[in-house]
């Protein structure tokens, strides 16, 4: 398994700013991914953060939008730039540490933006 | 392209009694994943048990289990011996066994489950 710290927990922020969440793996892990859900909601994937290379973007989600980082394979940054109101959400980061296998979680940062 | 599909957004049950979630999916793909993650208020989204598509042996954990039908595209959770702290939103998800960058989970709406004392 895999231990993943994701910072920070919650925040408010003002329309207009920029906020970057970040996300710690305990150890190497090969896939990376962020994720948004809506407060009961389901997760809608945002993109995969690629090592060494840009991400990887999901339909509806642009790089100047969510700018996201992943210098190496234990670490990413999440983005949210020129933020709105309707970006409130809950943003998740995910790791899979091999293969095939399962993804584990990081604690998710609620975002609200006024 | 593939979907899953929960039917049941919300569900509740007596404190040691069994509940079962359902879900279903659709896929063309002979082998894949499937996966139930519970995730409590706290946000956390935590693995609950695994099924490689390949096995005809149903997954269990513990007090959790699955029915795993291949042929009805169907794979259901059950929970016995409920318990408070078993209250959370499940997801059930997908994924293709197919290397590359196309390894995305695909994840059904989520059932709410109550636990009443």
Known sequence: SAVISQKPSRDICQRGTSLTIQCQVDSQVTMMFWYRQQPGQSLTLIATANQGSEAT???????????ISRPNLTFSTLTVSNMSPEDSSIYLCSAEKQQNTEAFFGQGTRLTVV | AQTVTQSQPEMSVQEAE????????????????????????????????????????????????????????????????????DAAMYFCAYRTLNAGNNRKLIWGLGTSLAVNP
Do not use: H
């Not at chain 2, 519970?38 to 997954?59: D, T």
């Not at chain 2, 169907?74 to 011996?81: E, T, Y």
């Open chain 1, 57 to 67: 973007y999901e339909s509806g989600f642009v790089i100047d939008k969510f700018p």
């Open chain 2, 18 to 85: 069994t509940v079962t979630l359902s879900c279903t999916y659709d896929t063309s793909e002979s082998d894949y994943y499937l996966f139930w993650y519970k995730q409590p208020p706290s946000r956390q989204m935590i693995l609950v048990i695994r099924q490689e598509a390949y096995k005809q042996q149903n997954a269990t954990e513990n007090r959790f289990s699955v029915n795993f039908q291949k042929a009805a595209k169907s794979f259901s959770l059950k929970i016995s011996d409920s318990q408070l702290g």
